[in-house]
Protein backbone atom coordinates (compact mmCIF):
# COMPACT_ATOMS: atom_id res chain seq x y z
CA UNK A 1 0.00 0.00 0.00
CA UNK A 2 1.30 3.36 -1.29
CA UNK A 3 0.42 6.51 0.94
CA UNK A 4 1.49 10.53 1.14
CA UNK A 5 1.01 12.35 3.43
CA UNK A 6 1.93 16.46 3.69
CA UNK A 7 2.62 18.24 6.72
CA UNK A 8 3.78 21.58 7.05
CA UNK A 9 0.78 23.79 6.62
CA UNK A 10 -0.75 26.21 8.87
CA UNK A 11 -1.32 29.85 9.57
CA UNK A 12 1.23 33.25 8.56
CA UNK A 13 1.14 36.30 7.94
CA UNK A 14 1.62 37.79 4.67
CA UNK A 15 5.22 37.99 3.69
CA UNK A 16 6.07 35.27 6.03
CA UNK A 17 7.43 31.46 4.89
CA UNK A 18 5.87 27.84 5.59
CA UNK A 19 7.73 24.27 4.15
CA UNK A 20 5.74 21.74 2.83
CA UNK A 21 6.57 18.32 3.13
CA UNK A 22 5.31 15.50 1.88
CA UNK A 23 6.31 11.95 2.14
CA UNK A 24 5.45 8.70 0.21
CA UNK A 25 5.68 5.12 1.85
CA UNK A 26 5.14 1.75 0.92
CA UNK A 27 5.90 -0.54 -1.65
CA UNK A 28 7.66 1.60 -3.92
CA UNK A 29 9.95 0.90 -6.51
CA UNK A 30 10.27 3.97 -8.38
CA UNK A 31 8.58 7.80 -8.08
CA UNK A 32 8.37 9.99 -11.25
CA UNK A 33 6.90 13.38 -11.41
CA UNK A 34 6.02 14.90 -8.05
CA UNK A 35 4.00 18.06 -7.72
CA UNK A 36 2.14 20.35 -5.56
CA UNK A 37 -1.63 21.31 -6.00
CA UNK A 38 -3.74 23.20 -4.52
CA UNK A 39 -7.14 24.39 -4.33
CA UNK A 40 -8.21 27.75 -3.33
CA UNK A 41 -11.86 28.30 -0.99
CA UNK A 42 -14.30 28.33 -3.72
CA UNK A 43 -12.13 27.60 -6.41
CA UNK A 44 -10.58 24.77 -8.45
CA UNK A 45 -7.62 22.35 -8.21
CA UNK A 46 -4.33 24.13 -9.57
CA UNK A 47 -1.00 23.33 -10.35
CA UNK A 48 1.17 24.92 -8.66
CA UNK A 49 4.77 23.45 -9.18
CA UNK A 50 5.83 19.76 -10.85
CA UNK A 51 9.12 18.40 -10.44
CA UNK A 52 10.21 15.37 -13.15
CA UNK A 53 13.00 13.15 -12.68
CA UNK A 54 16.40 15.52 -13.68
CA UNK A 55 14.13 17.89 -15.25
CA UNK A 56 14.36 21.41 -13.70
CA UNK A 57 10.95 22.26 -11.84
CA UNK A 58 7.77 23.88 -13.32
CA UNK A 59 6.16 26.23 -11.49
CA UNK A 60 2.98 28.24 -12.15
CA UNK A 61 3.43 31.96 -13.18
CA UNK A 62 1.35 33.01 -9.62
CA UNK A 63 4.04 31.57 -7.57
CA UNK A 64 7.40 31.93 -9.32
CA UNK A 65 10.29 33.66 -7.66
CA UNK A 66 8.79 32.63 -4.14
CA UNK A 67 8.33 29.12 -3.99
CA UNK A 68 10.77 26.18 -4.62
CA UNK A 69 10.23 22.85 -5.25
CA UNK A 70 12.98 20.32 -4.44
CA UNK A 71 12.99 15.88 -3.98
CA UNK A 72 15.24 14.01 -1.60
CA UNK A 73 15.07 10.91 -3.19
CA UNK A 74 17.05 9.10 -0.64
CA UNK A 75 13.96 9.35 1.75
CA UNK A 76 10.74 9.48 -1.22
CA UNK A 77 10.32 12.95 0.35
CA UNK A 78 9.49 16.65 -2.05
CA UNK A 79 9.23 19.55 -0.48
CA UNK A 80 7.69 23.03 -1.30
CA UNK A 81 9.36 26.30 0.55
CA UNK A 82 7.14 29.08 -0.18
CA UNK A 83 8.47 32.58 0.91
CA UNK A 84 6.50 35.67 0.57
CA UNK A 85 3.78 34.47 1.15
CA UNK A 86 0.45 36.11 0.02
CA UNK A 87 -3.40 36.27 1.33
CA UNK A 88 -3.67 34.81 -2.09
CA UNK A 89 -1.90 31.54 -1.81
CA UNK A 90 -4.55 30.55 1.27
CA UNK A 91 -5.70 26.76 0.11
CA UNK A 92 -5.20 23.19 0.75
CA UNK A 93 -2.11 22.35 -0.65
CA UNK A 94 -1.94 18.32 -2.51
CA UNK A 95 0.78 16.56 -2.81
CA UNK A 96 1.06 14.20 -5.98
CA UNK A 97 3.21 11.52 -7.49
CA UNK A 98 3.54 8.94 -10.28
CA UNK A 99 4.64 5.66 -8.16
CA UNK A 100 5.76 2.15 -9.51
CA UNK A 101 4.85 -0.30 -7.14
CA UNK A 102 7.01 -2.91 -6.19
CA UNK A 103 4.81 -6.34 -6.55
CA UNK A 104 2.82 -5.55 -9.33
CA UNK A 105 5.37 -3.17 -11.34
CA UNK A 106 2.63 -1.10 -12.87
CA UNK A 107 2.49 2.78 -12.71
CA UNK A 108 -0.14 4.72 -10.82
CA UNK A 109 -0.76 8.80 -9.58
CA UNK A 110 -1.51 9.03 -5.95
CA UNK A 111 -2.13 12.16 -3.92
CA UNK A 112 -2.12 12.90 -0.42
CA UNK A 113 -5.08 14.10 1.66
CA UNK A 114 -3.85 17.68 1.81
CA UNK A 115 -2.86 19.96 3.99
CA UNK A 116 -4.15 23.65 5.15
CA UNK A 117 -1.98 26.78 4.27
CA UNK A 118 -4.03 30.32 5.40
CA UNK A 119 -2.11 33.78 4.80
CA UNK A 120 -3.73 36.15 6.60
CA UNK A 121 -3.46 39.94 5.70
Known amino acids: QVQLVESGGGLVQAGGSLRLSCAASGSIFSINNMAWSRQPPGKQRELVATIIDGVRPIYAESVKGRFTLSRDDARNTAYLQMNSLKPEDTGVYYC???????????????WGQGTQVTVSS
Open 96 to 110: SANIQSVRSGAWRNY
